[in-house]
């Protein structure tokens, strides 16, 4: 019996196929260039424009809880007692901020009280918080150490106010 002997068909590779990879990788990277260089810029927008609205603001600071925050011109102190402090614009207490600190032992009760709210995950003051809305209804838990900063507000103005709050000591 004589051996035959087989032929693979042989595949005909193009000359140009490195340059074609070359080619369409390039132009991924170029469009995930342009993309990341959009979305930077929006950020840095965002961030940036926060502080600057608030250049003339004044600073409330609690040393005896650790908090510091800038406040607009037409705000001023309401009710500061113990741990509650209460901040408005003058004449219009509608839009009120109040922060009661706590024991940090009663979140879950107050995580309980907020049930039904919608809950979002913000910073504040550089620790992660949760903030929970219900209509122009807001609370924000912030848990640092062994307290439970509570803020509640239906002022418009919480978020850039938040932007402004840091933790001292």
Do not use: C
Request: avoid cysteine; hydrophobic fraction near 45%.
């Amino acid at each position: 019996m004589a051996k035959t002997k087989q032929q693979f068909h042989k595949i005909v590779l193009h000359p140009n196929r490195w340059l074609a990879w070359a080619i369409a990788i390039s132009v991924l990277v170029a469009f995930g260039l342009i993309g990341y260089i959009q979305v930077s810029s929006q950020s840095f927008e965002t961030e940036v424009a926060i502080p600057d609205a608030s250049r003339n603001w004044r600073q409330y600071t609690n040393s005896e809880y650790g908090f510091s925050l800038n406040l607009p011109p037409s705000w001023s102190a309401q009710t500061i007692s113990g741990a509650v402090a209460s901040f408005a614009p003058r004449g219009d207490l509608g839009q009120a901020i109040t922060i009661t600190v706590k024991d940090a032992k009663r979140e879950a009760a107050a995580r309980a009280s907020l049930e039904g709210f919608t809950e979002e995950e913000i910073t504040v003051g550089g620790i992660a918080a949760s903030k929970f809305s219900s209509g122009a209804e807001q609370y924000v838990l912030v848990k640092r150490e062994d307290k439970l900063f509570v803020i509640k507000s239906s002022s418009l103005q919480l978020d850039r106010i938040l932007a402004t709050f840091i933790f001292i000591q």
